[in-house]
């Protein structure tokens, strides 16, 4: 699946948080992610919470909103905080 973002944002994100949209796919496993829905966009686009492992140590937290079934617009990127990442390990639990 694409993944696409506004170059702005990214470097918002780069700045801000340390971490950088351009490397989503390579270093965000998608595969073992918690997957929430939360609020829609402004536009009232649906948008969904990713918590998972960015490179298998880090848990981080995704706000992306489908593009149909072809991409997803990556809108945030940041370190889940507590809650979340509690939320992340009881769902990683085997």
């Known amino acids: 699946m694409k993944i696409v973002f506004d170059e702005s944002k990214r470097r918002m994100a780069l700045a801000k948080h340390g971490y950088d949209f351009a490397d989503f796919?390579?270093?965000?496993?998608?595969?073992?992610?918690?997957?929430?829905?939360?609020?829609?966009?402004?536009?009232?686009?649906?948008?969904?919470?990713?918590?998972?492992?960015?490179?298998?140590?880090?848990?981080?937290?995704?706000?992306v909103s489908p593009l149909g079934s072809e991409a997803l617009s990556l809108v945030s990127l940041r370190r889940a905080d507590k809650q979340e990442r509690e939320a992340y390990d009881r769902h990683a639990a085997p």
Do not use: H, K, Q
């Not at 686009?45 to 998972?52: D, E, F, K, V």
């Open 25 to 63: 796919d390579r270093c965000f496993d998608r595969e073992t992610a918690l997957v929430l829905p939360t609020r829609p966009s402004r536009t009232g686009r649906a948008r969904y919470l990713l918590i998972g492992r960015w490179n298998g140590e880090i848990v981080v937290l995704a706000v």
